[in-house]
């Protein structure tokens, strides 16, 4: 199993650019989110997926949209990218969703923005 | 007030040392605590988490949890080289939204 796995690895985008992070899982987990992490901030939730066909809001959502896909992929799309959404975007599921209080989040190896 | 706060540090021990690394969380309605281990460039990857006050031992690991006290430790036994990376909180929250902390940077030194 590759478990969460996310493209690109790193990106260069100058200011109004458009691009879309992708972010694929195979452990057949109902729940992914979306998280920036940026220094002295930790991870902070962007959007969120609790199962196929829905997506909700997190802390910080402005200058973002979702897309599920399907049950497999959770798709981030910066439409008109500006500096301060440089950062280190981080992908992660999990099994049981929103219900379960021990449900544990599994990361992807991130994608490193800058936006110039 | 951060909803998880966490000694930035560095924390530095040396090698076989106890290390000691430290969470306070705001929302008193929290159900469950996570630790994750962050190395340099890479992902957070799960150590443990703790629901139940008291201690839990994984190996050379044991979290505790004080909810009384809103407050999460980890323990890091016989400390080693590789353990040196930085270590994230997260809280579950009462309305089951994930908080994680700034994260404790800790070096062991040989």
């Keep these: ?6 493209t690109p690895k790193f990106q260069v985008l100058k200011t109004g650019q458009s691009m879309t992070l992708q972010c694929a899982q195979d452990m057949n987990h109902n729940s992914m989110y979306w998280y920036r992490q940026d220094p002295g901030m930790g991870l902070r939730l962007i959007y969120y997926s609790a199962s196929e066909g829905t997506t909700d809001k997190g802390e910080v959502p402005n200058g973002y949209n979702v897309s599920r896909l399907n049950k497999r992929e959770f798709s981030l799309r910066l439409e008109s990218a500006a500096p301060s959404q440089t950062s280190v975007y981080f992908c992660a599921s999990s099994e049981a969703g ?10 992807g190896p991130g994608t490193r923005l800058t936006v110039l | 007030q951060k909803e998880v706060e966490q000694n930035s540090g560095p924390l530095s021990v040396p090698e076989g040392a106890i290390a000691s690394l430290n969470c306070t969380y705001s929302d008193r309605g929290s159900q469950s605590f996570f630790w994750y281990r962050q190395y340099s460039g890479k992902s957070p ?15 050379r690991f044991t979290a505790q949890l004080n909810k009384a006290s809103q407050y999460v430790s980890l323990l890091i036994r016989d400390s080693q080289p590789s353990d040196s990376a930085t270590y994230l909180c997260a809280v579950r929250q009462d309305n089951n939204d994930m908080r994680f902390g700034a994260g404790t940077r800790l070096t062991v030194k040989p």
């Design chain 1, 1 to 6: 199993n590759a478990g969460v796995t996310q």
């Design chain 1, 98 to 107: 929103q219900g379960g209080h021990t449900d544990t989040q599994y990361f």
């Design chain 2, 45 to 59: 990857e799960l150590i443990m988490f703790i629901y139940s006050n008291g201690d839990k031992e994984d190996g």
